[in-house]
């Protein structure tokens, strides 16, 4: 029986998922498996979840759908209800579970250099993805963040977040995030150009991860790995959170992570795995 999967989002033809999840099919010998895009606005998403027969296994969902996943949903993870975001829909058995697989998804990624903890953690931004980079703070023990952006409403509106994961939300003005190279951890969640005039000086041993990645390096990245930092990328963290995402799908437990790298790089111009 052929088993499909999807990414849903707005735009979304530029998506780099199907790349990474039909690599892991095909390595997996998986070939009744298909993974395709569709554009997908928030008003028309519950109408789409309800047009999926049995053969669907499961959802990406990215902008601008990953608040509005949660009302679409049978029940949801811990931290999909804790963020109040979720970029996975599990359809299992008639049932639709959201899940968020971008923190788990950091933290797998930084675990991969060797970051398996961190006390002092710092994110550039307050938007939908701080939300994930707060999670993953949590989940690497921090007990308080440091949250850099221009506007202190915007950091305020990640209280709930921070309370329901048990974290101390320390608010901090732009001008101060010259000061973010302190951190055990950075995690940059801002669009491009944001940070091009940013130049912090990095602690050794500090970990810069920021989630752009073209074009890449950023000039925040490119200062940060000057100065002896660790750096990431966002790709590292597009598939991070698709390996979590193919093996509940799936319900392989080992997914070809080479493979789904190999495809996911080879996809991006001017890259290649490391």
């Not at 970029?87 to 968020?100: E, M, Q």
């Not at 130049?199 to 940060?224: C, R």
């Amino acid at each position: 029986m052929a088993v499909r999967a999807a990414v849903l989002g707005k735009p979304i033809e530029h998506s780099l998922s199907p790349v990474i999840h039909n690599a892991g099919y095909l390595a997996a010998g998986l070939h009744d498996w298909t993974y395709t895009r569709h554009e997908c606005d928030e008003p028309a998403l519950a109408r789409f979840v309800d047009s999926l027969d049995e053969n669907w296994a499961g959802l990406s969902l990215t902008m601008p759908l990953k608040e509005i996943a949660l009302t679409v949903a049978d029940e949801a993870t811990p931290v999909a209800e804790a963020i109040g975001a979720a970029n996975t829909l599990v359809l299992r058995g008639g049932r639709r579970l959201a899940d968020n697989t971008d923190a788990p998804g950091m933290v797998d990624a930084l675990a991969e250099i060797g970051l398996t903890a961190a006390e002092e953690v710092a994110v550039l931004g307050a938007g939908g993805s701080a939300r994930a980079a707060l999670a993953a703070a949590q989940q690497l023990g921090a007990g308080a963040v440091q949250v850099y952006a221009r506007r202190r409403e915007a950091i305020m509106e990640l209280e709930p977040v921070a309370s329901a994961l048990g974290l101390r939300l320390d608010a901090r003005s732009w001008e101060e995030a010259v000061h973010v190279g302190d951190a055990d951890l950075v995690i940059a969640t801002v669009p491009k150009g944001v940070t091009d005039t940013l130049h912090p000086k990095w602690k050794p041993g500090s970990v810069l991860f920021d989630i752009l990645y073209d074009p890449w390096p950023t000039p925040l990245a490119a200062e940060a790995e000057r100065q002896g930092a660790r750096v990431l990328d966002g790709l590292a963290l597009l598939l991070a959170q698709a390996v979590r995402q193919w093996t509940q799908f799936t319900g392989v437990d080992e997914a070809p992570v080479t493979a789904m790298r190999e495809a996911l790089y080879g996809a991006v111009p001017s890259r290649k795995p490391s």
